[in-house]
């Protein structure tokens, strides 16, 4: 069974930091691209950042300020967030394209995904 679990949300102040993890299983995810997408309350599913073998890609949103990044030997992939502020509330989630048929990615062609965890920036 392939699963994504997101793990490092919680509550920050602004201008703090948190560094989220998925880690997956069920299958390698080497040749993937993958992403951090976030969802805010009455807000559609966005893409925040992705990455594949020949680079990576960032919403202007937070660029500068969030770093991703994949460990293959682990199978797990980070999102370091700097930074933060309100606007950065959400929660965001883990997700897979098996078959990198888009990039950057979107929301609607991934295979996989996590349950999601929730980052609170407070002011």
């Known amino acids: 069974q392939v699963q994504l679990t997101e793990s490092g949300g919680g509550l920050v102040q602004t201008g703090g930091s948190l560094r989220l993890s998925c880690a997956a299983s069920?299958?390698?995810?080497?040749?993937?691209?993958m992403g951090w997408f976030r969802q805010a309350p009455g807000k559609e599913r966005e893409l925040v950042a992705a990455?594949?073998?020949?680079?990576?890609y960032y919403a202007d949103s937070v660029k500068g300020r969030f770093t991703i990044s994949k460990d293959n030997a682990k199978n797990t992939m980070y999102l370091q967030m700097n930074s933060l502020n309100h606007e950065d509330t959400a929660v965001y989630y883990c997700?897979?394209?098996?078959?990198?048929?888009?990039?950057?990615?979107?929301?609607?062609?991934?295979?996989?995904w996590g349950k999601g965890t929730l980052v609170t920036v407070s002011s």
């Open positions: 990455i594949r073998r020949s680079g990576s």
């Open positions: 997700a897979a394209d098996a078959f990198a048929t888009r990039w950057p990615p979107v929301a609607g062609g991934m295979d996989y």
């Open positions: 069920g299958r390698t995810f080497t040749t993937d691209v």
